[in-house]
């Protein structure tokens, strides 16, 4: 079973936009994915249409299965850089196997 995990990033109403911050969160969340093992595709994208529906990031994971979901959501470069995110962005996340048919 394959899983994919899907993170949406947008700047907490409360934060003052800070894009030398933004770029350094953002920068880090990129590399994540070639430090922890066990991920077969990762990417970040930024929004790229001014709605105000949209969120502002975008990442993206594929893993080869739930305990490897697991294994990355423990690992400690995940635990280091997730207060950091989540004191500039609200996040929502979604895991689901791709390949499940819901009808």
Do not use: K
């Amino acid at each position: 079973m394959t899983v994919r995990h899907v993170v949406l990033l947008r700047r907490q109403p409360d934060v003052e936009a800070d894009p030398s911050a933004e770029a350094d969160l953002t920068g880090r969340l990129r590399s994540l994915g070639a430090e922890i093992p066990g991920i077969e595709g990762w990417r970040v994208a930024a929004n790229e249409y001014d709605r105000p529906l949209c969120w502002d990031y975008l990442l993206e994971a594929s893993l080869p299965d739930p305990d490897a979901l697991t294994a990355y959501l423990a690992h400690p470069a995940h635990q280091a850089l997730l207060p950091e995110l989540s004191a500039y962005f609200e996040l929502a996340v979604v895991d689901f196997d791709p390949e499940r048919s819901d009808g």
